[in-house]
């Protein structure tokens, strides 16, 4: 069903102000790191953050899922019911990557950030050694993102 105007504006500015986004509808963000363009489904409630990409049998080459906490801390992540083997940067408040991680698919094994981490990016396996992109690197666009709790 198309959209009216009036409701394609609301949508587009409850997104840029962060407002309620309909529930059930994902979030997907665009930034950048490196050279490289990422098209992320976005993770900000709890809810969304510990289901993650659990049941999902494919993941697009460019595109992931971000996890956005409410603070800056200690996360971890494991693979439960995931099915897609994946690698996830640890990334600080600044957008910084802290560490990368690889992560088999239904392991429960703990991948944790090497220090406090504001968010989390989970890409294909080996998505970020094929690109270039290590610790220290730079994420750009994520000031946006905010999680709600």
Known sequence: ??????????LLLALMWGSAWPQGMPLF????????????EVARTPSERQTGLMHRKTLPAQQGMLFVYPHSDSHCMWMKNTLI???????????????????????????CSVSPAQYALEMNLGWF????????DKVTGL??????E
């Not at 963000?29 to 050279?35: D, M, P, T, V, W």
């Not at 690698?87 to 991948?111: C, K, W």
């Not at 050694?129 to 220290?136: E, M, R, T």
């Not at 000031?143 to 709600?148: D, F, G, H, I, P």
């Open 143 to 148: 000031e946006q993102l905010q999680a709600r």
């Open 1 to 10: 069903m198309p959209l009216s105007v009036r409701s394609a504006l609301s």
């Open 85 to 111: 083997p994946l690698s996830v940067a640890f990334i600080d408040a600044r957008g910084r990557i802290l560490n990368i991680e690889d992560m088999q698919p239904g392991t429960r094994d703990y991948h």
């Open 29 to 40: 963000a665009e930034f950048g790191i490196n050279a490289q363009r990422v098209k992320a």
């Open 129 to 136: 050694h094929g690109n270039g992109i290590k610790s220290g």
